[in-house]
């Protein structure tokens, strides 16, 4: 049973240009998630970016960190996506956004048990704030072939489902809940994204206290120093999330 992973990156951003690329322990974003996932049960990663010249440097370091490479439309995220599913036919695709560091290889490797195990009526396992994680900690685990199957069903007046990639299967009622472990403490006004320069602050601050074990600290290791550090979680409580509709 085939897994693969796909990243979607572009230095293009309303909110913070060049999010992906934002130091961290002296290496970029995308580096420090490269640390972060090496361990997951996927069998090949790659970097879905845009054909536009500001990601020929998104491409040099997708390259550099040994991932596949696929360029694509600029706002059809999906599209890129369906390319990479029609090269590689796999059974599951773990899809991770290049703004979320957070992210570990144990939390995927629990995501695709659970997609394994999804009833026949669901195509898609997701996680979030709200039930009870933070915003940009989980990935999304879905089958390839629905999403090939969605690209298809996605009305004209919707095309912003192209740009959240599994949001159309969320709202047909495909998406199953992660069922997350009993002793994984809930934070769901969290969060572990980078969208503004105040996320950045943020993350820069907690990777600063992670220390040089930034690469494998798991989720509840990560809470526990957290907690102490409140004045670490609050520098982006009060952004807001963009709705669906605005991409």
């Given at each position: 049973?085939?897994?693969?992973?796909?990243?979607?990156?572009?230095?293009?951003?309303?909110?913070?240009?060049?999010?992906?690329?934002?130091?961290?322990?002296?290496?970029?974003?995308?580096?420090i998630l490269a640390q972060r996932i090496a361990d997951a049960d996927v069998d090949r990663w790659w970097l879905a970016t845009t054909g536009n010249r500001e990601d020929d440097l998104t491409v040099a370091w997708g390259n550099a960190l040994g991932w596949q490479v696929y360029?694509?439309?600029?706002?059809?995220?999906?599209?890129?996506?369906?390319?990479?599913?029609?090269?590689?036919?796999?059974?599951?695709?773990?899809?991770?956004?290049?703004?979320?560091?957070?992210?570990?290889?144990?939390?995927?490797?629990?995501?695709?048990?659970?997609?394994?195990?999804?009833?026949?009526?669901?195509?898609?396992?997701?996680?979030?704030?709200?039930?009870?994680?933070?915003?940009?900690?989980?990935?999304?685990?879905?089958?390839?072939?629905?999403?090939?199957?969605?690209?298809?069903?996605?009305?004209?007046n919707q095309s912003y489902h192209t740009s959240h990639v599994v949001s159309w299967l969320f709202t047909k009622n495909e998406h199953k809940r992660f069922v997350i472990p009993d002793d994984w403490p809930m934070r769901p006004n969290w969060r572990w994204t980078i969208d503004t320069m105040e996320d950045a602050k943020m993350v820069a601050a907690a990777f600063t206290l992670f220390g040089s074990e930034y690469s494998r600290l798991k989720y509840t290791d990560m809470v526990k120093r957290l907690d102490n550090r409140p004045d670490i979680t609050s520098i982006n409580a009060n952004i807001r999330q963009k709705s669906l509709e605005e991409g």
């Open positions: 049973m085939k897994n693969i992973g796909v990243i979607q990156a572009r230095m293009g951003s309303s909110r913070l240009y060049g999010k992906i690329l934002y130091p961290l322990h002296g290496l970029p974003l995308l580096a360029r694509g439309n600029t706002t059809n995220v999906l599209s890129r996506f369906t390319a990479i599913i029609k090269k590689e036919r796999p059974k599951y695709v773990v899809r991770l956004t290049a703004d979320d560091p957070f992210t570990d290889s144990d939390v995927i490797n629990k995501m695709l048990k659970q997609a394994h195990e999804m009833p026949s009526d669901k195509s898609l396992l997701i996680a979030g704030s709200d039930n009870g994680l933070p915003l940009g900690y989980p990935p999304g685990v879905v089958l390839a072939e629905r999403l090939l199957e969605a690209e298809t069903e996605i009305p004209k």
